[in-house]
């Protein structure tokens, strides 16, 4: 048995498998799907402080949360400490989420150019900044996510300061921001990290099926696991995970037939929660049909159907299934 409780904050959850945030896939539908599949914490994908303080922030929040989506963390995007603050302040009256997460590792251009995501990591200061400013002012425990830096020495600075700034807990994403997703996660730094550090600390990067999970957890000594590509597409990664940690054997099932259930309660789901508009249900397909056959098919039809109900028909009179 390997899959341990987690707490942060006062949230304890059974288990320790955590959905990463990701711009464009972790909307409130697929997050209720990941929790129906096991996850046992989702993360929103990351929110923009400016964005939340101009006058259209109802835009930018529509079908953001829902009582079901517990428990939860809202991921800000930002670089100054008194933005954040009152966009955090925003968010935890609003949604009441388990914890707000602060983007500390996106390596987008477009992102780093304004000095917000990974480009924050080049200055302890502003870091140390951030994460008290949160801490002092809300109720709400305050989570960072980073990537590891060029030395381990900068990267154990780095977690120490957002620990000593008041934090419950850090994700570890062991690719330097220059890798963008190249190579491959350095485990040993989030080992070293996790040996630093009396917060919760949880692995992120390259955990994608029962082997890596475990090996991930047996290495480092992490107190959680955040996955995320694994998941797009596939939320019943979580369950097989789940099982194999708590049982150390893994699940027997006919793949096919549970992407397409998948598949259609993701879209049930969105239909549900009024965001087909805002979804995009080609790429999202394209995910789900990986591997099927005729899934090209599915691919370019999509693109015309009027809504989600349209989309389960095509799926059932694609695959015959009812
Ligand atoms: C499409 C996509 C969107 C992402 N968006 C975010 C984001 O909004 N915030 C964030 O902290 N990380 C984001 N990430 C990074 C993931 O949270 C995660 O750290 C990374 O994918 C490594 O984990 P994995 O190997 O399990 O995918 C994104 C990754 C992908 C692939």
Redesign the pocket.
């Known amino acids: 048995m390997k899959l341990n409780k987690l707490k942060i904050g006062k949230t304890q959850t059974p288990g320790n498998l955590l959905l990463?945030?990701?711009?464009?896939?972790?909307n409130l539908a697929f997050r209720l799907l990941c929790r129906q599949n096991g996850a046992d914490l989702t993360?929103t994908?990351?929110i923009s402080a400016d964005a939340l303080l101009n006058e259209n922030r109802k835009s930018h929040l529509k079908g953001l949360s829902s009582p079901e989506d517990r428990p939860f963390g809202i991921?800000l995007?930002g670089n100054s400490p008194e933005k954040l603050r009152e966009a955090a302040l925003f968010i935890e009256d609003e949604y009441r989420p388990e914890l707000i997460?602060v983007?500390m590792?996106?390596p987008a251009q477009r992102i780093t150019g304004t000095g917000c995501g990974s480009a924050l990591l080049n200055s302890g200061k502003l870091v140390y900044g951030i994460i008290s400013e949160l801490t002092d002012a809300l109720k709400t425990p305050i989570t960072a996510?980073i990537r590891i830096l060029e030395r381990e020495e900068e990267t154990l600075e780095i977690a120490h300061l957002i620990e000593k700034a008041g934090a419950s807990a850090l994700?570890v994403?062991g690719?330097r921001a220059e890798q963008m997703?190249s190579g491959s996660?350095d485990f040993k730094t989030i080992k070293a990290v996790k040996q630093e550090l009396s917060i919760p600390v949880i692995a992120?990067?390259?955990?994608?099926d029962e082997e890596s999970a475990e090996s991930a957890l047996d290495f480092t000594g992490c107190d959680g696991l955040?996955?995320?590509?694994?998941a797009?597409g596939n939320p019943f990664v979580f369950k097989r995970i789940r099982h194999y940690l708590e049982t150390g054997e893994k699940l027997e099932i006919d793949m096919q037939a549970r992407q397409l259930e998948d598949f259609k309660n993701y879209v049930a789901l969105l239909e549900e929660y009024g965001l087909c508009s805002s979804t995009n249900l080609r790429t999202h397909a394209h995910w789900f049909t990986k591997g099927l056959r005729g899934s090209r098919q599915i691919r370019e039809k999509v693109n015309n159907l009027k809504d989600g109900k349209a989309l389960i028909e095509l799926i059932n009179n694609s695959y015959q299934v009812k």
């Open positions: 990463a945030p990701m711009a464009d896939v972790t993360y994908e990351m991921q995007l997460d983007n590792g996106c996510k994700t994403h690719r997703y996660s992120n990067g390259d955990i994608r955040m996955i995320g590509r694994a797009m």
